[in-house]
Each structure stands twice: as C-alpha cells, then as structure tokens.
C-alpha cells in the first residue's frame, strides 16, 4: 500500500497549457510539501500545508497554486505551463512529535513534467 | 536560515572499496540532519538521521554517517560498496522547531565493478 502517491507519473504537454498533480498521503501525517527537482537533480521546496493551512511559499511563480482539500491530500496546480517549468515534481510529508516537526519526509516517486 | 553544502557531485568507486559523500551545513542554531537516497527514476527514501543523542548514526544498507559539530559537518561512510548502492545522494538539515527541510546538491556515487 503506497504511503505517499503523486499522479499522473508522467505529464507531456504544450507551452501554455493548464495542468495538475494530485498528491495523496495514507501515513496520517499532517504536514505536506510540494519540491522542484530541476535537471541537475537540485531539489527546492515549493510549498507546505499543515493540516490544510499555507505555511511555506517559496518564491514561486503565481501560475502555482496548491490546493490541500484535507490533510491527507496537496494537489499543485500550474497555469500558462512555461519550458522552465519542465521537472520533477515531488510531494512529500511528514510526522511530527509533541507538535514539533521532526523533518523526516516521506515522498512520493515524482511526477515527471515535460513542457513542448 | 539554514544551508547545505555537498562537497563532491559526482564520486566513483569500485565495487567492495570504501566510501565516503562529504556533508557540510551551516546553521546558528541546533539542526536534524539527514541522509536520503535516490535510485534512477524514484523518489527520495531516508537513509538515516541524526536528531540527538549519540553523534554516529546507523542506517540502512550499511551505512553510517558522523554528527561532527565543530566542524559542522554530517559526513556518510560506508565500508564496503556494492553495485546496487549507484544512485544519488542527497544531505538535509532542518533547523529545530522550523518548517521546512533544505537539500544539499547531491553527490552522484557510482560502483564500479
């Protein structure tokens, strides 16, 4: 049974194009995080929801919007998709004990975005 | 804020040679610090971690990593590599009480036979 699961694994697309990917985590943790892993393997935090509220938004376009329906789900969606946006998209979460974040993140396999 | 350095981005080794992927971060405040592992086309799976307590850590696929604060340093070690240990490896910290998680650059081990 997949803890954190991220579809669709595989995204081709146009310049322009609206598109989303769904994140669902079934580890009862309260925190989710959306990464960038550009080609060179760098990985850079997007966004955080805990228990659906916004709490890390790094500089990223306004085309990205993440959207946390319940604390088991974080879905990005991404307007007017640009060449630049072409990566790997992770999502990932994380426990926390005694309402302390511990950091240990658990993530999903990626979704690979390709924009034509 | 807190940051992470990897000092090598690629290391090759051959096969049963030992191993070592250098870590170093900066932070003025206490820190976890992590190693993750990514295989071609996955995702990241921890390694190991060092939250407190005793300054060598164990981790899977016999790896161990050192907790080194003067230095600042969470440098992984493994005896002996095998084939199956290619992949990329990456070094994290998260400052105490913070939200978020920052990532070193990754180094690239790749065994040799």
């Known amino acids: 049974d997949t803890a954190v699961s991220q579809t669709p694994k595989y995204l081709v697309t146009q310049m322009g194009n609206d598109k989303s990917i769904k994140c669902e985590q079934n580890?009862?943790?309260?925190?989710m995080y959306w990464y960038k892993q550009d080609s060179k393997k760098f990985l850079k935090i997007m966004f955080s929801?805990?228990?659906?509220?916004?709490?890390i938004n790094e500089t990223v376009p306004n085309r990205f919007s993440p959207k946390s329906p319940d604390k088991a789900h974080l879905n990005l969606h991404i307007n007017s998709l640009e060449l630049g946006d072409s990566a790997v998209y992770f999502c990932?979460?994380?426990?926390?004990?005694?309402?302390?974040?511990?950091?240990?993140?658990?993530f999903g396999e990626g979704s690979r975005l390709t924009v034509l | 804020a807190q940051s992470v350095t990897q000092l090598d981005s690629q290391v090759p080794v051959f096969e049963e040679a030992p191993v070592e992927l250098r870590c170093n971060y900066s932070?003025?405040?206490?820190?976890?610090l992590f190693w993750y592992v990514q295989y071609p086309n996955q995702g990241l799976q921890l390694l190991l971690k060092?939250?407190?307590?005793?300054?060598l850590v164990k981790g899977i696929n016999g790896f161990e990593a050192e907790f080194n604060k003067s230095q600042t340093s969470f440098h992984l070690r493994k005896p002996s590599v095998h084939i199956s240990d290619t992949a990329e490896y990456f070094c994290?910290?998260?400052?105490?009480?913070?939200?978020?998680?920052?990532f070193g650059a990754g180094t690239r081990l790749t065994v040799k036979p």
């Open positions: 990932a979460s994380s426990e926390r004990q005694a309402g302390v974040p511990t950091g240990e993140l658990f």
């Open positions: 580890l009862g943790h309260d925190t």
């Open positions: 994290a910290v998260s400052e105490r009480r913070q939200k978020d998680m920052r």
């Open positions: 932070s003025s405040v206490s820190v976890y």
């Open positions: 929801y805990n228990n659906k509220e916004l709490i």
């Open positions: 060092y939250l407190s307590g005793s300054t």
